[in-house]
């Protein structure tokens, strides 16, 4: 069964700040228990370019994470308001790969494999220690999944 859960949505928009900056909010934002912090690019009254800056959390950081947007945005204002999320079981596991292990990130739905990830840090750790393209190795670790969980999957392609 996949779980169902409440969160908040925090979002402004912002057209006035230096672009320079989003970055840092947004590693600042996840680092600060932030579900997903991402940017969208808008169009504001008068024509004039924007960014909506939305920020997924658990109910408990969203004061927290608003003080952050307030002290690190010019923005004026914040709207919160709830979701419902819905998301698939999750587990973390670790693949042997001739690159060494690297862990992947497998989604089911009732029991059945739905999606199989490998963590994008431990990937780039290894294309740089082994000095080699970061497509060989989730090409390695896609070979490493399907015969371990006897699947096929891809997430080269897509």
Known sequence: ESDNEIIDVIETNIDNMNPEIYPHITV???????????????????????IKLTVLAETEDTGKLSDIIFNETTTLGIRIYQAKRKKLERTIKTIKTKYGNIKVKISKLNGEIKNIMPEYEDCKKAALKYKVPLRKIYEAVEFSANKKFKRLTSFISS
């Open 28 to 50: 600042k934002l996840m680092e600060n228990n932030a579900l997903d912090a991402y940017l969208t690019n808008i169009i504001m009254k008068k024509g004039r370019p924007a």
